[in-house]
């Protein structure tokens, strides 16, 4: 522990003894709105405890090449990335001997920490820790020209360290520093300077010499604009060294520049020279100081920063201002767009109108005066210099340089002479009164080539002629119900912008030449804003569709179709390079003149334009910033100034801010399924992972909030992702293999990182997902698949077995009935005929008569025999219907019928409910039956209408056949056939063979039915519902050949 540790002082007073830093020299610019601004013109942020910056008092800032800003204090080292600080922990087996008090970064990128107790250095592997340096306190750190890393330490003795190889060697010059050694300084000739409790030391080169300061507590070393040596003593201002003494260092208060600030108010802790000259200060009690042009000006605890107290102050890489204190961290950088205040020079700080004069002033109007910028000087108009009311309005010069002003009391002109003397602080030039002018609020003011001055005002159109009133015409002469916004002279006539109607109208002696609107492609809504150019061209600003150009009496509208970020304009402006500048909802747009011109040339060309948002200074306002005009103006230099809402603004487009650097990105860690993962190259994740967090970051530390990002995962991703503002990727349920993280970043001025950073990893497989597992799980699949078909062959030869085996007993059964019918029936009648034909061959010598009429009947047997054959014949026919479809098939068969029979009965084929597939022995036996039946129909019953019914049920299949024939004899139904016939008995028998039912109803006169009907289980065939998951379909029964 240090000898100061050990005495036990207050953090507050320690960072009160120790804090200073760099001092620089002043811009030499003389303008009141200069590019060097004052403090309270830079972009401001802080972040304290209430921001989760728990860092205790902020005794240093570094940056090493990476782009983490470090920050040493009381509570620690930090790694800040510009949103969060992040505790920075050293490698397992080493720690920092203390909490750290200075920071630098060396040419070779190493960190190098001095700490209450010793000095260490971090390489990005390895922490060194520097022996000789033990036991003091390092109050400052310094690398010199040539390499070497010089240390300043608190004792006593103060000594002076210098690193060389590795090795460090300390110097207590024989006492001669005393107590300690506060900061070390290398001026533009190679001098190394070091102030110490005893005075200051020029060290190096040659023998070190001492300045002695009796009585003076010396502070932090810089250099002043100019290369001299500049030192901060406490309690007594700035000094520099002149010879073997001290000389003040003298600064101007930024309010009361004719002032010098006392020495004893310049309470200096810390110093910074910044690289565009400009000298910070951080003081002790009094905040922080900027100082420009030797003019010095605060920014405090009021204004929003963390403490009063400073205890380091540092420049980036971006040229950000950092700022420590007992309380937190201060970031300051300047942004593009500069805003006037009070603190500038202004009267009042709501402005209303800005005009840009011919030499070269410029003029703000205010809520309390009128305020001119002029060859670096500031003047203020009011009441006392000639106008009407200090709440001034719209602004107008004429073709005589007249500047002409409209109040909220009315209308005023600045008089000649301009160049009168007067008193010391009040302009010399005084307004005149106007009067005779109608109304209080002019809205725009122009004129004419004729020297006509009109003005805009609630009651109409007014008109004066050398300074005097002519007339008013009413906004109803032009059909208009309000008042116009702006008004523009051209040729003779004047363009009017209306607010509340809307539109763009071009009048001349008091009529209307023409009007442009919606329906003409003026862009909707209120038109804000009109701005004639040198070729007649009149460009209109609208409040929802964008920039509207008037040319040739034809109109085009640049809007967010054609590459505007938005269609909200508020005004347009041109600058001295053609860029077109916009005031829109979005932002300030700029437009280059090509760009423009190129779409110009082609309306369907999109132009590609720079934004400047609210981070660059540009309040975003949905409605025009201003009632009155003009509201924006190029002065002579250049400069754009502007009004933006109740701000007055200047942009110098020659002189934007512009960051080059790209921003370094990096990739910080993986999380998967909530546990954290060293990034480095080849990490391999465990199988199965669910949930998966790259967490990645820019170090672009001006506006870190506003950075895009584009990443892609290689092996997931096809396109780029673009963000802003969000920091980590997630993926869920990654498939194990091989991936590749990339991730690109731009900064606030969109300039890309195009390497980025990438982090490759891979994800192992699950045993269920490796390849070993998919070809076992392939062939057991395969495996399966044979052994499922072999099953299912088995199963269809059976069914195809038991199928055919059906079929051939019902054939068999068939054809032993056929042939016992022929062995009972036909046979028997041809033994019978042939026992006759004998007998008549043998009564034919003898008897002719009786041989004659024996044979007559055996003719007439013959043709009964012949008949009964036929019937045979034709039960041995195969029913089989095409595509199994039992209805056709009976259709055939009627027509056969009705070809055979001549003159035949009407039939009628019928089927009922949702058609099912049949067996084919059912199908073949029904088709039989139903066939037998409409054979008798035709040939016996004398039918004229014959009606087939097949009816599918879900428990029976039924086959009907009605004709109103002449019916069958009751003896014959209840004997069941006719003597010599056997249709009736071959169809029960059938029916009978399958398990079904026949019935016959009829009655002499009446008609016949026959009615088949067998169960449900033997008529239909199964056929899957659907198909599963095996991939071979079932085949239907009915698809499967028979003999």
Request: contains cysteine; hydrophobic residues 40%; proline residues 6%.
């Amino acid at each position: 522990m240090s000898r100061l540790q050990g005495h036990r002082f207050p953090p507050l007073i320690l960072c009160l003894l120790l804090a200073w830093a760099w001092l620089l020299g002043a811009p030499s610019a003389a303008r009141a709105a200069d590019a060097a601004p004052q403090i309270s013109q830079y972009a401001h942020t802080s972040w304290t405890a209430r921001d989760g910056a728990q860092l205790g008092l902020v005794f240093a800032f570094a940056q090493t090449h990476d782009g983490y800003l470090w920050v040493g204090g009381s509570y620690g080292l930090f790694r800040f990335d510009g949103l969060r600080f992040v505790p920075w922990q050293p490698p397992k087996g080493s720690s920092l001997p203390s909490n750290p008090y200075a920071l630098l970064v060396s040419r070779d990128g190493t960190l190098w920490i001095g700490t209450f107790n010793g000095l260490v250095s971090w390489n990005g592997s390895r922490l060194t820790r520097y022996p000789e340096t033990d036991g003091g306190l390092v109050t400052s750190l310094l690398e010199d020209s040539e390499g070497t890393v010089w240390a300043g330490l608190l004792g006593p003795p103060g000594r002076l360290c210098a690193v060389r190889g590795g090795q460090a060697r300390c110097d207590d010059a024989q006492g001669g520093f005393g107590t300690f050694v506060w900061s070390l300084a290398q001026d533009r000739s190679g001098d190394l300077w070091a102030s110490a409790d005893s005075g200051l030391w020029r060290w190096r080169p040659g023998t070190p010499q001492r300045i002695e300061a009796p009585g003076q507590r010396l502070g932090d070393l810089t250099e002043t604009a100019d290369g001299q040596l500049l030192v901060g003593v406490r309690g007594a201002g700035l000094k520099r060294p002149a010879g073997d003494r001290l000389d003040p260092y003298p600064l101007r208060s930024a309010t009361r520049p004719a002032e010098l600030l006392p020495d004893r108010q310049i309470l200096a802790n810390k110093l910074l020279r910044a690289r565009d000259g400009g000298l910070w200060i951080g003081t002790d009690g009094l905040g922080l100081l900027h100082v420009r042009e030797d003019q010095a000006s605060a920014f405090t605890r009021s204004d929003g920063l963390s403490g009063n107290i400073a205890c380091s102050l540092f420049e980036d890489r971006e040229g950000n201002i950092w700022y420590g204190s007992d309380k937190g961290v201060d970031r300051f950088r300047k942004l593009p767009v500069t805003t006037l205040s009070k603190a500038q020079g202004l009267p009042n700080e709501a402005t209303r109108s800005v005009l840009a004069s011919r030499d070269g002033s410029v003029w703000v109007a205010t809520d309390d005066g009128l305020a001119r910028w002029k060859d670096g000087a500031i003047a203020v108009y009011k009441e006392a210099q000639g106008l009407p009311d200090a709440r001034v309005h719209s602004l107008y010069e004429d073709h005589d340089g007249r500047l002409w002003a409209s109040t909220a009391a009315g209308l005023a002109s600045l008089a000649p002479p301009r160049g009168a003397r007067a008193a010391p602080g009040q302009p010399a030039e005084r307004f005149v009164r106007v009067d005779g002018v109608p109304g209080r609020e002019i809205y725009s003011i122009t004129g004419d080539d004729a020297g006509n001055l009109w003005l805009s005002g609630n009651e109409g159109l007014i008109r004066l002629h050398q300074g005097r009133f002519v007339e008013s015409l009413p906004w109803s002469a032009f059909g208009r119900r309000q008042q116009a916004k702006v008004i523009v002279a051209d040729r003779g006539g004047l363009w009017l912008s209306f607010w509340q109607d809307g539109g763009v109208m071009r009048v001349k002696d008091g009529k209307v030449l023409a009007t442009y609107t919606a329906a003409e492609g003026l862009g909707a809504g209120h038109v804000a804003g009109l701005r004639l150019a040198a070729d007649g061209t009149v460009w209109a600003a609208t409040e929802d569709g964008g920039l509207s150009r008037i040319k040739d009496g034809r109109v085009a509208t640049l809007g967010v179709g054609q590459g505007l970020p938005c269609n909200t304009i508020h005004w347009s402006v041109v600058d001295d390079d053609g860029a077109l500048w916009l005031y829109t909802a979005c932002g300030l747009i700029r437009i280059l003149g090509e760009d423009l011109a190129a779409w110009e040339a082609d309306p369907a060309h999109r132009v590609a334009p720079k934004t400047w948002g609210a981070a660059d200074g540009v309040p975003l306002l949905a409605l025009t910033p201003a009632y009155f005009n003009p509201p924006v103006a190029k002065a002579g230099d250049g400069r754009l100034w502007m009004v933006s809402g109740a701000d007055a603004q200047v942009l110098d487009p020659a002189r934007l801010p512009f960051n080059p650097l790209p921003p370094p990105v990096h990739i910080e860690s993986l999380v998967a399924d909530h546990t954290a993962y060293a990034v480095a190259p080849g990490l391999r994740l465990p199988p199965q992972v669910r949930d998966m967090t790259i967490q990645f970051t820019a170090l672009s530390l001006v506006d870190p909030k506003n950075t895009r990002f584009r990443y892609r995962l290689d092996g997931h991703d096809t396109d780029w992702q673009e963000v802003v503002d969000r920091r980590q990727a997630s993926y869920t349920n990654l498939p194990p293999g091989a991936y590749r993280f990339q991730v690109k970043a731009a900064n606030n001025s969109g300039i890309w990182n195009e390497d980025g950073a990438q982090l490759a990893f891979s994800i192992e497989p699950a045993f269920h997902q490796t390849t070993w597992f998919r070809v076992l799980t392939g062939l057991l699949l395969v495996l399966l698949v044979v052994s499922v078909f072999q099953v299912r062959m088995r199963m269809r030869m059976r069914r195809l077995r038991l199928q055919l085996e059906a079929t051939v007993e019902a054939r068999v059964a068939e054809r032993t009935r056929i042939a016992r019918d022929l062995h009972d029936t036909l046979l028997q009648r041809f033994n019978g005929l042939l026992l006759q034909f004998q007998a008549a061959c043998n009564l034919l010598p003898d008897r002719p008569r009786e041989s004659r009429q024996v044979l007559a009947v055996a003719i007439d047997q013959v043709a009964e025999a012949i008949t009964e054959g036929r019937d045979a014949v034709q039960g041995l026919r195969t029913a089989a219907a095409p595509a199994n479809d039992l209805a056709q098939a009976l259709r055939a068969t009627a027509q056969a019928l009705a070809r055979e029979h001549g003159p035949a009965p009407a039939t009628q084929v019928e089927v009922q409910g949702p058609p099912r597939p049949l067996s084919p022995v059912v199908r073949d036996e029904a088709f039989l039956i139903a066939g037998e039946a409409m054979r008798n129909a035709f040939h016996h019953a004398e039918a004229t209408q014959v009606e087939v019914e097949i009816r599918h049920d879900p428990r029976q299949l039924r086959v009907r056949v009605r004709d109103d024939g002449r019916g069958i004899a009751p003896t014959v139904l209840q004997a069941g056939r006719k003597e010599g016939h056997f249709g009736l008995s071959g169809m029960r028998e059938r029916a009978e063979l399958l398990g079904g039912r026949l019935t016959v109803r009829s009655g002499v006169g009446a008609g016949t039915e026959v009615e088949f009907s067998v169960p449900a289980a033997r008529a239909y065939s199964p056929v899957a519902s659907a198909r599963s998951w095996f991939p071979f379909k079932k085949r239907p029964p009915w698809e499967i050949p028979h003999d």
